[in-house]
């Protein structure tokens, strides 16, 4: 079986396109391993682009010489959660991002969908109660039926609530004017957003070490 991180283990291109193979020479020990294996295991799989699938499928089908072979006949697991991160397209549009996703390929007539119903954790009792009910709200948001405001919006009912950026790096960066000219308090917490407009102010705010300059 081979189970790796894609990327360095099956030697795919960082800009894959719709000619893409993989950098595996025919008589490398790599090459030699897909050859033999007979499952492949890719978690994480709907993070990459539909290209990178295709070009493994390629280069598959090569070593094993049968160019028409799926996936180079192996048992091919995919995990993932297709509700989640979808694929960077650099100044993509949604009708690009969605085109670049696995389940355009045309291999994936080719797959058989298994679905994980259960969280474990929180049915073993692992999990405390707020950690459940964070489990359960973000369900709510994969499968789309989280309750929406007037403007579409779907309030998060969990932490605290910052109206401004300022307050938001004065949340998350305690005290950041009394140690700016450290890097320790920065290195520790992080803020994310899904717009880069908003990363790029808050880092503004955050370099200029004054909140409300």
């Not at 081979?2 to 960082?14: D, G, I, N, Y």
């Not at 979808?86 to 389940?103: F, K, Q, R, S, Y």
């Not at 803020?191 to 880069?196: E, F, I, L, P, Y």
Request: hydrophobic content about 40%.
């Amino acid at each position: 079986m081979v189970a790796a991180q894609p990327t360095p283990s099956f030697q795919l291109p960082l800009d894959a396109n719709s000619d893409s193979t993989c950098n595996i020479p025919k008589q490398s020990a790599l090459a030699q391993l897909l050859i033999t294996a007979r499952v492949i295991l890719w978690d994480e799989f709907f993070m990459g682009s539909r290209y990178l699938l295709e070009a493994l499928n390629r280069t598959l089908g090569d070593l094993i010489e049968s160019p028409t072979a799926i996936l180079g006949n192996k048992i091919f697991i995919g995990g993932g959660d297709k509700r989640q991160i979808l694929p960077v397209v650099p100044h993509g549009g949604e009708a690009d991002i969605l085109n670049v996703t696995v389940p355009r390929s045309a291999l994936w007539q080719h797959f058989r969908i298994l679905s994980i119903t259960l969280n474990m954790r929180v049915l073993r009792g692992e999990a405390t109660p707020l950690q459940a009910s964070w489990a359960s709200f973000l369900l709510s948001i994969g499968d789309g039926v989280a309750q929406e405001d007037e403007r579409g919006l779907v309030d998060v009912p969990f932490g605290n609530r910052a109206s401004t950026i300022a307050d938001l790096i004065d949340a998350v960066y305690d005290d950041l004017d009394a140690h700016i000219a450290s890097s320790d308090p920065l290195l520790r917490p992080a803020c994310n957003s899904r717009s880069d407009q908003h990363l790029r102010e808050g880092h503004k705010q955050v370099s200029r070490g004054s909140l409300h300059h």
